[in-house]
């Protein structure tokens, strides 16, 4: 049995009484928080907060080969250029840029991560990692006409990923691989419809509303997207043009049970989250708004608005994006920032955002996420400078 108490213990949605000692097994599976009087002797006793291990919502570890390659400050659409345009990497290089990211991530504190993925080129490190992953491979589909023979591509690279894997079995409950869309600029709408059904009642993400040119596109067919599909053979909009923002475009393809994971959404608007709450509970879906406050800095020079998307209870989640966009894959820096940039938020807000919210966005909470009798959510150790340092 291992016995922690600290300075303050957060739970994974409160902070502790004071004198509270975390009870564990030698493995770290959770037997009970007391008192310090009920605890009897071995109390090992750190100076900061104790908390649960924290989850990552959205990264691209296959991206970790272009850490200080991209320039700051360009704006998402010269990003995405310079990301299309960044190849020639020797494939040890990309591998061994990948291992230094997972241990990287395993150092901050992170347990589990939601991860972006173009190519297989992940699965041997994370059948191997001690980190839980889930897997969105991501779906460019820019046309109706291609979209049939687009979808299947993604679901073979999907398969790839559960090739091995007993969907009965206790593994398939921490390493999963959905299928799940780009972004609204890079889907056609027979694409979306196909992804809908693809993922029934599963966990799926989508990056939302980075940048004003997003909504541009969907409201009037204009605008920065229009030179960057040019390079793609597209001498116009492929996409619908709608008279509104991109999310109220596409979000009303999905409607079959998914948990959808909204990343980045500095551009959205109270009147779009008043719409996509009304939709969600219309067609039984969760949404969950998941910040990268470090990569927004990076791309947009901009922070998300984060006050207006915590209102009515909505679930935030935090995640680091890439190296390609972002200084270090660390949680602790993204709430860091997030209380640099928002000094009324209260740490505890924060710190379940990065632990059980997001735990329970990836359908992790039943193992993660929390201090409560049963889970094995890892313990990390937080300094008064927010510095972290894993104990479990
Ligand atoms: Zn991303």
Known sequence: MLKFSADRIFTGNGMAEPDTVLVTDEDGRVLDLVCKEE???????????LTPGFVNAHCHLELSHLKNQVQQGTGLIAFLEQIVEKRNFSRDHILSAMKDADREMWDDGIVAVGDICNTTD?????RQSRIQWTNFIEVLSFTDAKAHERIAHFIDIRDKFRTGEDLSSAASQTFRSNIAPHAPYSIS??????INEATEGQVISMHNQETPAEDELYRSGTGPFLPFFERFGHQSTPFPTTGVSSIRSVLPHFNKGQDIILVHNTCTSPDDLRFADDHAAKNNLKLHYCICSNANLYIESKTPPITELMKDGRSIILGTDSLSSNYRLSITEE???????????ALETVLQWATLNGARALRYDHTL???AKGKRPGIVLLDEDLKSKRIL
């Open 189 to 194: 709408p027979l694409s979306f419809r196909l």
């Open 39 to 49: 605890a009897g002797d071995g109390i090992r006793y750190f100076e900061g907060i």
């Open 369 to 371: 996420g929390s201090f």
């Open 122 to 126: 992940t699965v041997d490190l994370k």
């Open 335 to 345: 709430i860091r920032t997030i209380l640099e940039h928002f000094p009324n938020l």
